[in-house]
């Protein structure tokens, strides 16, 4: 069972953002899956850690992209970034803390997220971006 799918909506027309966002989605699928099986070789800890750190290196790529261009709305969108990392952060520490991770609430911010931030933050780039 899928924890996001796919939508047109989310390309940005940008290859390797494109790319990426698949990727991604992909990733957040597989290791759900795998959680939801009860992988041996899938942990909670592994699964948030692997998103976050893929969704990271993911934002490294946009920004600079974004530095590059000389982006207007540079500070904006790397804001909109933060805010998501320090939501998976917050997902992390409760799951150490308590040893309670909280699936919906994982999928819901995933999945907002995604739909929100393409449709304004990844569009609005892509027509400042070369391609």
Same mark, same amino acid.
Request: hydrophobic fraction near 40%.
């Given at each position: 069972?899928?924890?996001?799918?796919?939508?047109?909506?989310?390309?940005?027309?940008?290859?390797?953002?494109?790319?990426? @966002?698949?990727? =991604?989605?992909?990733? /957040?699928? &597989?290791?759900? +899956?795998?959680?939801?099986? !009860?992988?041996?070789?899938?942990?909670?800890?592994?699964?948030?850690?692997?998103?976050?750190?893929?969704?990271?290196?993911?934002?490294?790529?946009?920004?600079?992209?974004?530095?590059?261009?000389?982006?207007?709305?540079?500070?904006?969108?790397?804001?909109? @970034?933060?805010? =998501?990392?320090?939501? /998976?952060? &917050?997902?992390? +520490?409760?799951?150490?803390? !308590?040893?309670?991770?909280?699936?919906?609430?994982?999928?819901?911010?995933?999945?907002?997220?995604?739909?929100?931030?393409?449709?304004?933050?990844?569009?609005?780039?892509?027509?400042?971006?070369?391609?």
């Amino acid at each position: 069972m899928s924890l996001i799918d796919w939508r047109d909506e989310f390309q940005v027309g940008v290859p390797a953002v494109d790319h990426e @966002h698949r990727e =991604l989605i992909a990733l /957040i699928n &597989d290791l759900h +899956d795998k959680l939801l099986a !009860r992988d041996s070789d899938v942990t909670v800890s592994d699964y948030l850690g692997e998103i976050y750190a893929r969704i990271s290196a993911h934002f490294a790529l946009e920004e600079r992209m974004m530095r590059e261009a000389r982006y207007d709305q540079y500070a904006v969108h790397k804001a909109d @970034h933060e805010k =998501l990392l320090d939501d /998976i952060r &917050d997902i992390m +520490d409760d799951y150490e803390d !308590r040893h309670r991770y909280d699936e919906a609430l994982l999928a819901q911010r995933l999945h907002d997220w995604f739909g929100g931030h393409f449709k304004t933050h990844d569009a609005r780039l892509h027509h400042k971006l070369p391609h």
